[in-house]
């Protein structure tokens, strides 16, 4: 049983690793990060940004490092990286919702909820808010410094 989670776990390293490089190639490519030029390369005949996956992996592994130095300031960086996602996604969501309460038209999209998106909007603040608002609370029930 143990390895049917070893070999998950694995997955989703990989499957982590190439959507973090290919959004870092993807910055680079438009010049968003420094050293564009670098990292957008593309190896010939691997047609894979190798540079970019690289710098991924030591950047994981460097911030791997931080559990063995404070099991505190860990869990500090995962909270603000879950609470900044969830607050973009509100963000994102809520400009939704105004614009279609307001009839102003949506920006032009290859697809569409149609009837439902309204719906499914607030659906999804519904279920955003609480998320946001107890992923500033502790994980645990005695708080250390």
């Not at 690793?17 to 870092?24: G, I």
């Not at 940004?49 to 099991?71: E, Q």
């Not at 307001?102 to 290859?110: S, T």
Request: hydrophobic residues 55%; contains cysteine; charged residues 10%.
């Amino acid at each position: 049983m143990t390895s049917i989670i070893i070999i998950m776990l694995t997955s989703a390293c990989i499957s982590e690793v190439a959507t973090a490089s290919r959004q870092l190639w993807s910055f680079a490519r438009d010049q968003g990060v420094p050293f564009s030029g670098w990292l957008s390369h593309v190896s010939p005949g691997w047609n894979i940004p190798i540079r970019a996956v690289f710098v991924s992996v030591v950047i994981s592994t460097l911030l791997s490092f931080i559990n063995i130095g404070s099991y505190v300031a860990l869990n500090a960086i995962n909270s603000l990286g879950v609470v900044s996602l969830l607050v973009s996604y509100t963000v994102t969501i809520t400009c939704l919702v105004w614009r279609r309460l307001a009839g102003a038209p949506l920006p032009p999209r290859k697809w569409s909820l149609g009837r439902f998106g309204l719906a499914v909007n607030f659906v999804a603040l519904a279920f955003v808010l609480p998320v946001l608002f107890f992923a500033f609370w502790p994980l645990a029930k005695d708080v250390t410094a």
